[in-house]
């Protein structure tokens, strides 16, 4: 990709290589309204309404700017129940993108994730990853089996120079078959890159290795790639073995090596929906039974037409370097900011967002009062900015009914592709390092009503004692009347 420097600039900025053609309006309550609103919202970030909310930087899941030429074929889609041209098209472009003769529809990812624990996992069954997503534990143990993480010791190291932090532990791979006997293990999932971890990429040579495994051992291997995008990018600029590959050899040579691939296209390719494809028609008859019992009838699956076209656009727009690199480009600037002023951030900056270690920046809080989510709620009463917990909420409690401490304690900060424009950043930077500076008034939460599965999608939390309207008032005092 040809960089573009500054003539006279003390830093170097990420340059957008889009520009805004439609936009929405956006609002920002006064900080005692937010303190109001996220109470309200049950002290829970997926709880509050967008109009509260300045900067949603929730998820980068079906929230990406689309394109103009996306937005155009959206126009162009068919309708009809069978035969749809509009799926005879987004056929064409899984194989020119990903090599792959087979597809299978879902309405996302997790319906895909759904429709393959139906097929292949059974009571007792173990299915080893990097690092488990929250939708992807819930179906696999929901059928009996369970989620074994085999990410490398480094991939859990809050703050180093490792630029695969995703990556699988190949010899404890070797071993957990080894010892729970392969016909226990009905497929190897690869996520590239990890979500709760801080959206840290796998490099192409890890992610062949663990299909060699898996084809030593006649087990199959499914990647996960609802967050591919990113992960190209990081293997086109750090993998020094690829940097010469385009980013469709990288695809192409990744897609080669998977029995499954599927992903949340509302991630992968700028869209809505998901898919099942691969290249093993066997497989697919496998599943294909379960679509249109879940889903809908194999043209759709649950989607919408328009956005199967939206997605065909998308997934080809992924191919393109100058594309893909503006969101690891805009995470890495805010990343960098943060690190700079001591914010502790995850590093090396990954995909998906700025990920914030909640556990150091809240040193003292145990894990039992949530410092992520505490973090959370004091970063949208600081600035109307809504990010999620990538914590201990998101966990689901152990099978003994207690609290399941996560490995890492997070706060993400989403940087929805095309979406945001620098001085956007800078803002969220700005609202960040005045909350560390008085982390000191942050407290914690405790749950008032907690579902028993995806508890925090609609769980509610209450704080404990009064410290919300003490940064608020400390807010106040700083920034005056400003919002
Ligand atoms: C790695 C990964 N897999 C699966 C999913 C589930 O996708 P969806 O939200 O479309 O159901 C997500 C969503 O965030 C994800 O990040």
Known sequence: MATI??????????????????????????????VKKINEAGNNTFLLQNRDVYMDM?????VNAMSDNQVAAMFQ??????????????????????GTDYFLPAHQGRACENIL???????????????????????????????????????????SDEPFKGNFDIPALEKLIEEVGADHVPFVRIEAGTNLIGGQP???????????????????????????????????TREEACKDMSIRDIMRTISENMDLIYFSSRKLGFARGGAIISNNEKLIIKMKEFIPLYEGFLTYGGMEVRSMEAMAVGLLETLDEEVICQGPM???????????????????????????????????????????????????????????????????????????????????????????????????????KWVYDNRHLIGGLKWVEEPSTLRFFFGRLAPIGDWQEKLAAKFREDFGDSL
């Open 117 to 159: 624990a139906e097929a292949f996992v059974k009571p007792g069954d173990v299915v080893p990853m990097n690092f488990h997503f929250t939708t992807t534990k819930a179906h696999i143990t929901r059928k009996g089996g369970s989620v074994v993480e085999l990410i490398t010791s480094k991939g859990l190291v809050p703050q």
């Open 330 to 432: 805009f995470i890495e600037h805010l990343v960098k900011e943060l690190d700079a002023y001591g914010v502790p951030m995850i590093l090396p900056a990954g995909g998906l967002g700025a990920h914030i270690n909640a556990m150091e920046f809240l040193k003292d809080m145990p894990q039992s009062q949530f410092p992520a989510g505490s973090l959370a709620v004091a970063l949208y009463i600081a600035g109307g900015i809504r990010g999620m917990e990538r914590g201990t909420l998101s966990e689901q409690r152990d099978p003994d009914g207690s609290e399941h401490f996560s490995e890492m304690e997070l706060v993400r900060l989403a940087c929805p592709r095309r979406v945001f424009t620098l001085s956007q950043i800078k803002y969220c930077a700005d609202r960040v």
């Open 5 to 34: 420097k500054f003539y006279k600039s003390e830093e170097q900025v990420p340059l957008e290589m889009h520009k805004v053609r439609v936009v929405q309006k956006l609002s920002l309550p006064t900080v005692e309204e937010r």
């Open 58 to 62: 929730l998820t980068d899941s079906g």
């Open 77 to 98: 889609a068919d309708d009809s129940y069978a035969g749809s041209e509009t799926c005879n098209r987004l056929m064409k472009v899984l194989k020119e993108v990903f």
């Open 202 to 236: 796998l490099s192409m040579e890890n992610m062949l290795q663990v299909a060699a495994v898996c084809k030593k051992n006649g087990i199959l291997c499914v990647l996960d790639a609802s967050l591919l995008q990113d992960n190209l990018y990081f293997i086109k």
